[in-house]
């Protein structure tokens, strides 16, 4: 065996799991297996290059005489050890530096001389002259230091834009905050005013007259909505308000009921077109927030509404002498013969449309508005029967019922007697009542002043009271004669 060169021989560990700590109650955790290009990394890690192999060192003694006197010299080395195993100490070798700078330059001429022969064979690689433009010595400093500075401009431009990030952000978050906290002030404002409820994730509020004492079955409902159309990075204007509101399409723009007396009666023909008047939308005070005028106008849309339909119900109820018409959104009545009263329902909305028929279709102006003024008062005094029409029986051990049967009973009145007591006239009889009576007085006004006009002797004076009542006026008529007293005389 000592007679045999040693031969170094790898052996690697089986592929199993190395165990990374065993716990108290027998389990093992193991490590994960490196993989591949760890591997790879780990063994090149375990490469010692400062010790020689043994093939260079053949390989050194097959090219040069002198590498054989160094392996015969390190063979009779290994001869007198008796274990054939002997370590080398390059420390106690006088010649080491002179074998590894010979070992450099023979592992540089070898290279050279593979180099040489690729170049000169022209089969693996060429050698192209490659073309370095050599900046002039003057500018390269110069390019050094715009170099440098925009390195430091770029790193200072960062800093800012990281800071400028943040400046943003804190904006934006302390705007969306004080924009949370006028929507909330404002819907505080808003519920002072209006009736609001929260159904679901909604804000929804109450048009109607229901608490009033209406009875129109029109719901009246407008949602508050936030306004989110405002950009945070431009400027707010000043009549910004945070919440809106939404009401419903047949609410939107201005109504108004009209009413007319006409002398002449119209074509039946004609009753289906209607001249819509655009009333402008009543500006807003100056303190007062948009929304309070956008829920007025729908909120009088819906009053109008409510008066024409109870005007329609009653015209189609009432058996009179000459029926009444009502033919779309108008009611034509005739209290007296060759006269006529319209009223009609003018409803127009804010679109182009609407103001282009509104504008196209205006007629002379007709409008009697104290008896649309009327009409809204004669709503409310209905809304008010309504509500005390209910109430508590007097006294409270008398049963619960309607008015008309408590009243039936402690004074034995009849149907007859009850309905005299209970009997109420709709708003289109008495409105009818105040039109009547507005063409008399203008009738009898222009009788007296014709009379006056036409007769010289007596004179004649009409005085009106500024006070009258909606269904009787007083006029005092002086008759007077010149020379009277002194033909009394």
């Not at 009243?407 to 149907?415: I, R």
């Amino acid at each position: 065996m000592s007679g045999v060169r040693a031969v170094r021989i790898s052996i690697e560990s089986a592929c199993e799991k190395q165990v990374q700590e065993v716990g108290l109650d027998g389990t093992e955790t193991y490590l994960q297996p490196l993989s591949m290009s760890q591997n790879l990394a780990r063994l090149a890690q375990r490469i010692d290059f400062s010790q020689g192999s043994g093939s260079e060192e053949e390989e050194a003694a097959g090219a040069e005489g002198d590498a054989q006197d160094w392996a015969g010299a390190r063979s009779s080395a290994d001869q007198d050890d008796e274990e054939g195993l002997v370590k080398f100490q390059p420390s106690l070798w006088p010649w080491d530096s002179v074998r590894n700078n010979l070992r450099s330059a023979l592992t540089e001429m070898c290279v050279l001389y593979d180099v040489l022969s690729i170049v000169r064979d022209k089969k693996f690689m060429t050698l192209d002259p490659v073309s370095q433009d050599a900046l002039p010595p003057k500018q390269n400093p110069q390019t050094l230091q715009l170099i440098s500075k925009k390195k430091s401009l770029a790193g200072a431009a960062q800093i800012l834009l990281k800071g400028a990030e943040r400046l943003t952000k804190s904006v934006t978050e302390n705007q969306e905050n004080k924009l949370q906290r006028d929507f909330n002030s404002e819907l505080l404002r808003l519920r002072q005013h209006w009736k609001l409820r929260k159904v679901g994730d909604k804000i929804l509020g109450d048009l109607s007259y229901r608490s009033a004492g209406s009875l129109f079955p029109h719901h009246g409902t407008f949602e508050v909505i936030k306004n989110t159309d405002i950009d945070l990075d431009k400027k707010i204007p000043e009549d910004y308000c945070p919440l809106d509101v939404q009401i419903p399409s047949d609410l939107e723009g201005s109504a108004y009921i009209k009413v007319s007396i006409q002398k002449q009666a119209p074509d039946i023909g004609d009753l289906g077109t209607v001249n819509l008047f655009k009333r402008p939308l009543p500006k807003s005070k100056p303190g007062s927030p948009h929304w309070q005028t956008k829920l007025e106008a729908a909120q009088n849309v819906l009053l109008c509404k409510e008066i024409f339909a109870q005007l329609s119900r009653e015209a189609v109820q009432i058996k009179s002498q000459i029926p009444h018409i009502v033919v779309k959104n108008q009611i034509i009545s005739q209290p007296f013969p060759s006269l006529q009263l319209l009223i009609s329902l003018c409803h127009s909305s804010n679109d182009k449309k609407s103001q282009k028929c509104a504008t196209e279709k205006q007629s002379p102006e007709d409008h009697l508005y104290v008896l649309e003024h009327n009409l809204h008062l004669l709503i409310r005094e209905f809304h008010k029967q309504t509500l005390s029409s209910i109430t508590m029986p007097h006294p409270a051990s008398a049963p619960f019922g309607h008015k008309r049967m408590r009243l039936s009973g402690p004074q034995a009145f009849d149907k007859n007697e009850i309905n005299s007591l209970q009997s109420s006239e709709g708003l289109l009889e008495k409105i009818i009542k105040q039109a009547k009576h507005i063409f008399l007085r203008s009738r009898a006004a222009a009788t007296i002043d014709s009379l006056a006009s036409r007769i010289e002797d007596p004179q004649i004076q009409a005085h009106w009271s500024n006070i009258n009542d909606v269904y009787e006026s007083s006029v005092k008529v002086l008759i007077t004669s010149q020379g009277y007293e002194q033909i009394c005389k």
